[in-house]
């Protein structure tokens, strides 16, 4: 395998979070170099923050600090843009505009971007679009369909992985909360980790709405809604119908101020019952007290009820 | 020597302590504004409990913090049970209304609903983190219509036609109300449906979607205000309790607690003669710049937290 002297920075955040085994396998594949940026850590809120518009979500502002991390660090820094997997199945409109929107704030840098589209309600599958992106970094289109195929197999295979994890979870002795999230959230280390970590110090075992095998969540979520057009709301509905059966509790966290979520979680707490739930909007706030508040309640209102406080 | 327990709430607008013995009975109570200052707060309380206390014929075995400070104040006590004000809330009403089914909590910037079956918490409801309708929107608002905020009560109660005030938001709220003033609506009935705008906002959104069930009992600092509590037994058609030590409760829940726990440590009041300070110090191991809190009794550091991980614990 030749390998080209391209780096490729892949910002951590965002869609990272899912497709982060599908970019690094697709550019290995290919011999091309890629550059991650690191944890999100205040800096880069900040730095976000004063890229975004104030009616940003709290996702997006990490995302465009992680970006200006990249810059200058790498060749190209990857963008994708994934609009729709199918009918009900779109994705937020920051995933659709964040190559146009990231292009137009770093249009002064010098800096080179890298994009995808995903888009079935134009016919633009998944492969098609990384068939472009090979053809975009000069590799030839042999090669960059073994890479994206090689990919998508690692991908798939790290996610049933992870579902499995969560299956042997839900069968172990102890408290256990479903926590209903994005994974660009629930996984950022300055703001979701917070969460799952203090749920870990408090002796809970927290679980995954989002972890989940998609093709049966997004079926089973229309059960909640028949209408819901947010892929990634629609699996985690489905994650939830799949798990509340083995959960004491269920966290609702967001970003504020999230639209999808905004819909969607209003719509579980009013159509999930029978089980203790915890509406969360974290924000850019740095101090913890009032979540752990809630989160310290939420688990002794739990463990009243099954008279072990 | 019979044994007693200290139970102590720490708010954002009010500071509360209790001290009961083993039955449960009050053997003295406080109640006192915490005025941004909760070491100060907590030093007078604790004078204040001292001097209502026999101490030839009881003695402090346990001590419980709750509410907002209660980790600093915990820290200052030498608590022997911290817990949120949530928990201490229900378990002290649980303890003194079994029958209970809704708790109704509004304090100065949290308001909390919790559901009760058998005398278990089985639900609860928080506002988010925005403090819309809680006792810091009224007591602004009695400031801005120059009253006393304990008075907001009386004047409701005069109103015959309470004037429509937008509950959804504090600061829509806020707008509208300097507006009705300006229409010339009387002072009586814009307190009334600031009361009932309260209410409502409560019900649209910490009671949302909430099975609210008789009986209720309503509870925090604004459960002390008569237009609030007549403006939420309109809105839900059936009688709303008002425990006279309804703003005690959350110190006794945790006074409870404390007694409940496995832990034991005599109380000194001599802590407060003692001179406690805090200081902030900025970690600077990384790019957090976390807020770290260190707590000195003297010239000793007791404690500090707000550090993200191990490394701020040497920044001290």
């Not at chain 1, 890479?147 to 102890?174: D, F, M, P, S, W």
């Not at chain 1, 974290?282 to 989160?295: F, I, Y």
């Not at chain 2, 607008?13 to 109640?31: C, H, P, W």
């Not at chain 2, 006393?148 to 005030?165: C, F, K, M, N, W």
């Amino acid at each position: 395998m030749k390998h080209s002297a391209v780096t490729v920075g892949l910002p951590r955040a965002m869609l990272y979070y899912r497709y982060r085994i599908l970019w690094s396998v697709f550019f290995q594949e290919l011999g091309i170099r890629t550059v991650i940026s690191g944890p999100t850590d205040r800096e880069i809120l900040e730095q976000g923050s004063v890229l975004a518009i104030d009616e940003a979500c709290l996702s997006l502002k990490i995302y465009l600090g992680h970006v200006r991390a990249l810059v200058d660090k790498c060749d190209y820094i990857l963008i994708p843009r994934v609009a729709s997997l199918g009918r009900h199945r779109d994705m937020c409109t920051r995933f659709q505009a964040l190559p146009d929107l990231v292009d137009n704030l770093f249009r002064n840098s010098g800096q080179r971007f890298l994009s995808y589209n995903v888009d079935l309600s134009a016919k633009r599958d998944e492969e098609t679009a990384f068939l472009e992106l090979g053809r975009a970094l000069s590799a030839a289109p042999k090669e960059a369909r073994r890479a994206y195929r090689t990919a998508k197999k690692a991908e798939l295979a790290h996610h049933k992985a992870r579902v499995q994890k969560q299956e042997q979870l839900c069968h172990q002795e102890g408290l256990k909360i479903l926590i209903a999230a994005h994974s660009y959230l629930v996984e950022d280390p300055y703001v979701g980790r917070t969460v799952t970590d203090y749920l870990r110090s408090a002796g809970v075992i927290p679980l995954r709405a989002d972890l989940v095998d998609r093709d049966a969540a997004l079926k089973r979520g229309m059960e909640l809604s028949p209408t819901c057009k947010w892929e990634l709301s629609r699996e985690i509905l489905g994650g939830i119908l799949q798990r509340r059966r083995d959960v004491d509790g269920i966290i609702l966290l967001s970003a504020f101020p999230c639209g999808p979520d905004a819909m969607v979680n209003e719509l579980i707490t009013r159509r999930v019952k029978g089980v203790p739930m915890l509406n969360l909007v974290l924000d850019s706030q740095t101090g913890t007290a009032g979540v752990e508040t809630r989160l310290e309640s939420f688990i002794d209102i739990i463990r009243l009820k099954e008279g072990k406080l | 020597m019979e044994h007693a327990y200290l139970g102590v709430d720490v708010g954002s607008i009010s500071t509360k302590g209790v001290i009961i013995d083993r039955e449960n009975n009050l053997l003295a109570s406080q109640y006192i504004w915490t005025q941004g200052n909760p070491i100060g707060a907590v030093k007078e309380l604790l004078g204040l409990l001292e001097g209502q206390f026999d101490k030839t014929k009881y003695k402090i075995v346990a001590t419980g913090a709750t509410g907002s400070a209660r980790k600093l104040v915990g820290t200052i006590l030498g608590a022997t049970m911290v817990k949120n004000e949530i928990t201490a809330h229900a378990v002290g009403t649980t303890t003194f209304y079994p029958d209970v089914r809704t708790i109704l909590e509004i304090g100065g910037q949290d308001s909390k609903i919790i559901l009760v079956e058998n005398a278990v918490a089985v639900d609860y409801a928080m506002n988010t983190l925005c403090a819309a309708g809680t006792g810091a929107f009224l007591s602004s608002q009695a400031k801005r219509l120059g009253i006393e905020v304990e008075e907001i009560g009386d004047y409701a109660l005069r109103s015959t036609h309470p004037t429509q005030i937008a509950a959804r938001c504090t600061v829509f709220a806020e707008s509208d109300l300097v507006h009705k003033i300006q229409m010339g609506h009387p002072r009586e009935d814009i307190i009334a449906g600031v009361c009932n705008a309260v209410a409502a906002n409560y019900l649209s959104n910490v009671g949302k979607g909430k099975k609210i069930l008789s009986p209720v009992v309503f509870q925090g600092g604004v459960s002390k205000n008569k237009g609030v509590v007549a403006a939420f037994e309109r809105a839900l058609g059936c009688k709303v309790i008002v425990d006279p030590n309804g703003h005690l409760m959350g110190a006794l829940g945790v006074a409870i607690l404390a007694k409940k726990g496995s832990k034991r440590q005599e109380f000194d009041f001599s802590v407060e003669n003692m001179d406690f300070r805090t200081r902030e110090a900025s970690c600077g191991q990384c790019s957090n710049h976390c807020e770290i809190i260190c707590v000195y009794r003297g010239d000793e550091l007791i404690d500090a937290w707000g550090n993200r991980c191990e490394r701020g614990e040497r920044v001290h």
